[in-house]
């Protein structure tokens, strides 16, 4: 299996524009977790899907960003619009039914200028 | 809530010398522990995880930690520092059954020559 992926890895936008970032999880996996990460607050864990539902999305900032995930090979986190305080290394990650442990994608680095 | 605290956001140690990552939870169920690597400008890799049974468990590249109930510690130890393992070091905490992931702060390792 290839892992986790995400596209693209590397994102430089102006503030204001919509951004897109996406991930297709491990085969097989059931759950799935977009992570942000930044010096200041660390790795913050924004939304979880399980069997593709949104179960705990109170990470998510505010309501410019959203997340979706249509099927079980796909998922979306969406920021609209964008500022550059969102400027960050999000994080994709995917587990198994009866969770050991995430499997984490190489990550999409994001710049809003 | 869970909760995770790192003690130390950086640490120098000499080639060859004891590696000691510290982690410290809270909870109040049994929690699952994990240690996660990462690499500059890569994902997250699982070095090692705690679910139940054996409390000491040892993981990839020589390291190995210690679940310990009494001081709710599940600290990173490795005896002897290659240069190789210089990165950054996350402790990371989940409920059996709910899979959300709380991680640290993250723990910078240097390794000097």
């Known amino acids: 299996d290839a892992g986790v992926i995400q596209s693209p890895r590397h994102e430089v936008t102006e503030m204001g524009q919509e951004v897109t970032l996406r991930c297709k999880p491990i085969s097989g996996h059931n759950s799935l977790f977009w992570y942000r990460q930044t010096m200041m607050r660390g790795l913050e864990l924004l939304i979880y899907?399980?069997?593709?539902?949104?179960?705990?999305d109170s990470g998510m900032p505010e309501d410019r960003f959203s997340a979706k995930m249509p099927n079980a090979s796909f998922s979306t986190l969406k920021i609209q619009p964008s500022e550059p305080r969102d400027s960050a290394v999000y994080f994709c990650?995917?587990?198994?039914?009866?969770?050991?442990?995430?499997?984490f994608g190489q990550g999409t680095r994001l710049t809003v200028v | 809530a869970q909760s995770v605290t790192q003690l130390g956001s950086h640490v120098s140690v000499s080639e060859g010398a004891l590696v000691l990552l510290r982690c410290n939870y809270s909870s109040s169920v049994p929690p699952y522990l994990f240690w996660y690597v990462q690499y500059p400008n890569q994902g997250l890799q699982l070095l090692l995880k705690?679910?139940?049974?054996?409390?000491l468990v040892k993981g990839i590249n020589g390291f190995e930690a210690e679940f310990k109930k009494s001081e709710t510690s599940f600290h990173l130890t490795k005896p002897s520092a290659h240069m190789s393992d210089a990165a950054e070091y996350f402790c990371?905490?989940?409920?059996?059954?709910?899979?959300?992931?709380?991680f640290g702060i993250g723990t910078k390792l240097q390794v000097i020559p």
């Open positions: 990650a995917s587990t198994e039914t009866g969770f050991t442990e995430a499997f």
């Open positions: 990371a905490v989940s409920f059996g059954g709910y899979q959300k992931v709380t």
């Open positions: 899907f399980n069997n593709n539902v949104p179960i705990d």
């Open positions: 705690y679910t139940t049974g054996a409390t």
